[in-house]
């Protein structure tokens, strides 16, 4: 396959990156700077074999080299600012929403210009808002709350491709357990200090997935036919935070005795504590499980210990 992936910068499509290549598949890279290699004399030789191809984009103007879309069978969209920056302000939450939607719009468009069969695109498993104890799949409806619907709107920015005939993916995406990078970096330090404990009262449920398990299962995503809409990309044994902790407590070897309380998170974050830390959504991979995917961390004891 020949696959172009947009913010191929950052741990997913980074690690997506490495993957499709080493099992053979071609990888174009979109980025928002001069390709590289783009400024090389003409006698400098051919690219390294070893680089995946790049072609520069610009959202904000919509524009994308030409080119891009030449052989490609797949688009993989990625794009998106950090949510974990601290309290949202107006401006940060403008921010965040822009750096989804705009992109993602682009490229809807450009596949379904270029009849591309395939795009996957992220979302999140905040989709669902708080679900408390109720358990949910891909069936159940959109939440309330910032995080809700600013992925329904990114859900929806891919109708273009939709409408176009291309095989459509909605990567609902849990927090993601990698050994670099990602949700635990900085909750390694904080644990290995002895500083880690529950967030409130411990009892939202924080559905995770590892990063073995999320890479694999967008690779299955990219060839099988019979899986288009909303997949949940989350681990099948959701945990509330409180278990979360002891769990990462047992993996760092460090007790956990802690409690940040509610009120002090929401002084210094405000909403994105609501959203964020003191609430979840217990969601299950049910259409990955219907496909017969397998885990190979299904449980948060392994996947914390293969993760630290």
């Known amino acids: ?15 997506l ?20 290699g783009a400024s090389a004399p003409p006698d400098s030789g051919p690219p390294d ?4 191809e790049e072609r520069s984009w610009d959202p904000p103007a919509g524009r994308i080299d030409d080119g891009a879309f030449d052989g490609v069978d797949a688009v993989v969209n990625l794009c998106g600012a950090s949510l974990a920056s601290g309290r949202w302000s107006g401006a940060r939450k403008q921010h965040i929403v ?20 395939v795009l996957l695109n992220a979302s999140g498993i905040n989709v669902y808002g708080d ?36 095989r459509v993916v909605l990567l609902r995406t849990s927090p993601v357990l990698a050994r670099d ?12 200090l002895g500083l880690g404990g ?11 997935i590892s990063l073995d398990d999320h890479i694999a299962a967008m690779q299955r995503l990219l060839t099988d036919s019979d899986l288009s809409g909303p997949v949940n990309l989350t681990a099948p044994t959701p945990v509330t935070n409180a278990e979360f902790t002891r769990a990462l407590g047992r993996a760092l070897r460090r007790p956990t ?26 969601a299950v991979p049910e259409r990955l499980r219907r496909a017969g995917f397998t885990f190979t961390h299904p449980g948060i004891d392994d996947a914390l210990s293969a993760a630290v």
């Open 1 to 15: 396959m020949r696959v172009l992936v947009a913010g191929s910068s950052g741990l997913l499509g980074g690690a």
């Open 198 to 208: 529950k967030l409130g009262d411990g009892t939202q449920y924080f559905p995770w």
């Open 257 to 282: 005795p802690w409690r940040a309380p509610r009120l002090p998170l929401r002084a210094v974050l405000g909403e994105a504590a609501d959203e964020m830390l003191l609430t979840g959504p217990r």
């Open 49 to 52: 074999s070893t680089t995946p």
């Open 98 to 117: 822009d750096s989804r939607i705009e992109p993602t719009e682009v490229l809807a468009e450009a596949v379904a210009r270029h009849h591309v069969p």
């Open 181 to 192: 990078g990602g949700l635990l970096g900085p909750l390694k330090i904080l644990f290995r």
């Open 17 to 36: 990156t490495s993957r499709l290549r080493a099992a053979g598949h071609d990888v174009v890279r979109l980025v928002r700077r001069p390709p590289a």
């Open 131 to 166: 679900t408390g104890d109720r358990e949910v799949d891909e069936t159940a409806t959109a939440g309330a709350g910032f995080l809700a619907e600013l992925c329904t709107a990114w859900e929806g920015a891919t109708e273009p491709a939709r409408q176009a005939g291309t």
